[in-house]
């Protein structure tokens, strides 16, 4: 950022040299118009790199450690999905696997949570491809500790219609997640404008879930479902890592390790995540090709 403001000759902007007599009066009243430019010039830039950062990295912090109460309630949750695991996770495995030993990939995501939409429009098709090749296993964690932004719940309204449709038709999970965090669909978290239940079921039929399925999707079946879980989630030790304070949304992990994408800008996440997997660009949607971290390795630096 210091060479901004220093124009070719190694000057600061806005002091140039000066020659003698009226051209000093001249200079300065140029100088005072140019100041104000280049200071809005800066601040634009400053805050253009601000975005990038938020927008990949904005904490919701939790501290606090997991209580074994918080996980024996998420346990007595009476409906609960099919495919939920015991840690409120929602894992979709892919009809046909590359591999017996491909990969899982964990997303933490809140429904209103703006980086979550952020990240989401970036990577979701890449994702999405490797999963429908068979590369990769899923598992959704969404949650709604955002719900206090919205005033009718929407986070955990989305979430539960989230996780029925990947109970019930998880090839198009994905596609009705893109559809959520969809920029003209995603909800303000400062600015919520009431979003009914039957615009979250057409945002589903148009991800290509069935209308029965959509229509089912937002009765608020697994709602208890997602607040238990949130609670349980939002306070694990090993969804926090040092370099953010606490939990935070989003959070990617593949094979229970964190992949950060701390400080990284949007654009470089597609390419980033495939090259963590140990993939080329070009095996994306090889089903014949598997990562070769496999089921079991880190991320790949």
Same mark, same amino acid.
């Given at each position: 950022?210091?060479?901004?403001?220093?124009?070719?000759?190694?000057?600061?902007?806005?002091?140039?040299?000066?020659?003698?007599?009226? *051209? =000093?009066?001249?200079?300065?009243?140029?100088? /005072?118009?140019? @100041?104000?430019?280049? &200071?809005?010039? +800066?601040?634009? #830039?400053?805050?253009?790199?601000?975005?990038?950062?938020?927008?990949?990295?904005?904490?919701?912090?939790?501290?606090?450690?997991?209580?074994?109460?918080?996980?024996?309630?998420?346990?007595?949750?009476?409906?609960?999905?099919?495919?939920?695991?015991?840690?409120?996770?929602?894992?979709?495995?892919?009809?046909?696997?590359?591999?017996?030993?491909?990969?899982?990939?964990?997303?933490?995501?809140?429904?209103?949570?703006?980086?979550?939409?952020?990240?989401?429009?970036?990577? *979701? =098709?890449?994702?999405?491809?490797?999963?429908? /090749?068979?590369? @990769?296993?899923?598992? &959704?964690?969404? +949650?709604?500790? #955002?719900?206090?932004?919205?005033?009718?719940?929407?986070?955990?309204?989305?979430?539960?219609?989230?996780?029925?449709?990947?109970?019930?038709?998880?090839?198009?999970?994905?596609?009705?997640?893109?559809?959520?965090?969809?920029?003209?669909?995603?909800?303000?978290?400062?600015?919520?404008?009431?979003?009914?239940?039957?615009?979250?079921?057409?945002?589903?039929?148009?991800?290509?879930?069935?209308?029965?399925?959509?229509?089912?999707?937002?009765?608020?079946?697994?709602?208890?479902?997602?607040?238990?879980?949130?609670?349980?989630?939002?306070?694990?030790?090993?969804?926090?890592?040092?370099?953010?304070?606490?939990?935070?949304?989003?959070?990617?992990?593949?094979?229970?390790?964190?992949?950060?994408?701390?400080?990284?800008?949007?654009?470089?996440?597609?390419?980033?995540?495939?090259?963590?997997?140990?993939?080329?660009?070009?095996?994306?949607?090889?089903?014949?090709?598997?990562?070769?971290?496999?089921?079991?390795?880190?991320?790949?630096?």
């Amino acid at each position: 950022m210091g060479n901004v403001a220093q124009n070719g000759n190694g000057h600061h902007a806005g002091m140039r040299p000066r020659s003698s007599s009226g *051209n =000093a009066a001249t200079s300065g009243r140029d100088d /005072a118009r140019r @100041i104000p430019r280049i &200071l809005a010039a +800066v601040l634009v #830039l400053v805050v253009a790199v601000s975005v990038i950062w938020i927008t990949v990295t904005r904490p919701w912090a939790s501290r606090t450690a997991a209580s074994p109460d918080s996980y024996a309630a998420l346990q007595q949750v009476k409906s609960v999905p099919r495919n939920a695991t015991s840690r409120g996770g929602l894992l979709l495995r892919p009809v046909h696997q590359a591999d017996a030993r491909i990969p899982t990939v964990e997303i933490y995501v809140d429904p209103m949570c703006p980086a979550c939409g952020e990240v989401d429009r970036t990577l *979701n =098709a890449t994702l999405t491809t490797l999963w429908n /090749a068979g590369q @990769i296993a899923m598992e &959704l964690h969404p +949650v709604s500790f #955002l719900d206090g932004a919205s005033t009718d719940e929407y986070s955990t309204r989305a979430a539960s219609a989230l996780a029925y449709v990947g109970e019930r038709d998880p090839q198009h999970a994905l596609e009705f997640m893109g559809k959520l965090f969809a920029q003209d669909h995603q909800p303000s978290e400062s600015d919520y404008r009431p979003i009914a239940n039957r615009q979250i079921m057409r945002w589903a039929v148009e991800a290509g879930v069935p209308t029965a399925v959509a229509a089912s999707a937002v009765n608020g079946r697994y709602m208890e479902w997602v607040k238990k879980s949130t609670s349980y989630t939002i306070a694990r030790k090993d969804l926090q890592p040092p370099d953010r304070g606490g939990f935070a949304t989003p959070l990617i992990r593949l094979n229970r390790s964190i992949w950060s994408i701390q400080g990284m800008q949007l654009a470089q996440l597609p390419s980033a995540f495939v090259h963590c997997l140990g993939l080329t660009q070009a095996q994306v949607g090889m089903g014949s090709r598997a990562p070769s971290i496999g089921s079991a390795g880190k991320p790949l630096e």
